[in-house]
């Protein structure tokens, strides 16, 4: 059973950035893919980011350049770094990580892009 505490939300002004933290315990398997989806009121969650245990990533179209996820492997923790951030931004962003076991989702933490 993999447990997920994720950090670092927050309200920020359209510009501004925020990291937001995950971290993964209690697995016994290895951590695979781990990344990170946003769904906003009225929206589908959707992937953001996400990366492999090789180093792999992939982005969503409307975060390329802006944000960069990165993990440590060592400490089972993926990051994501926002930058730039817009409104269109605002939404729960939730840690999803992959083991052999399937899929774990964290419990979100609401990104507020407001002026």
């Known amino acids: 059973q993999v447990q997920l505490v994720e950090s670092g939300g927050g309200v920020v002004q359209p510009g501004g950035s925020l990291r937001l933290s995950c971290a993964a315990s209690g697995s016994r398997f290895s951590i695979n893919r781990m990344g990170w989806y946003r769904q906003a009121p009225g929206n589908q969650r959707e992937l953001v980011a996400d990366i492999t245990s090789g180093g792999a990533i992939n982005y969503v179209d409307s975060v390329k350049g802006r944000f960069t996820i990165s993990r440590d492997n060592a400490e089972k923790k993926v990051y994501l770094q926002m930058n730039s951030l817009k409104f269109e931004d605002t939404a729960v962003y939730y840690c999803?990580?992959?083991?052999?076991?399937?899929?774990?989702w964290g419990q979100g933490t609401q990104v507020t892009v407001s002026s």
């Open positions: 999803n990580v992959w083991t052999s076991r399937g899929p774990t």
